[in-house]
């Protein structure tokens, strides 16, 4: 076939007739529709990515949340000794306390 106006037969045809406006706006609608389905995946993925980072700060939380617990209740237990010893005696000299204190091993401990 012959083409018209120098342009490609196929595209010549697809020119003619009465409903050559929709092959004029066809690649618009592809690239719209491409670029919808792009923004589509993007957030989707975007979504999945701040849910796994919001998952992996709720177990940083409870991790370091179970660990001010614990590091509370064992300085709750050196103070609950603290008070036997002043209960147990009346007067606590300064080497009962600091014998005391270093029978605790804190440094060992903490």
Not at 100 to 105: A, I, N
């Amino acid at each position: 076939m012959i083409a018209e106006r120098g342009r490609p037969w196929f595209i010549s045809r697809l020119l003619r007739g009465a409903r050559t406006w929709w092959v004029c706006l066809l690649p618009w609608l592809i690239l719209w529709g491409a670029l919808a389905g792009t923004g589509l995946l993007w957030s989707d993925w975007r979504h999945q990515q701040l849910a796994g980072l919001r998952a992996n700060f709720h177990v940083q939380v409870a991790k370091v949340r179970a660990s001010i617990e614990s590091r509370l209740l064992a300085n709750e237990q050196i103070l609950r000794g603290i008070a036997g010893l002043f209960a147990a005696n009346e007067t606590v000299s300064r080497e009962q306390f600091c014998d005391y204190v270093q029978s605790l091993r804190l440094k060992e401990r903490y």
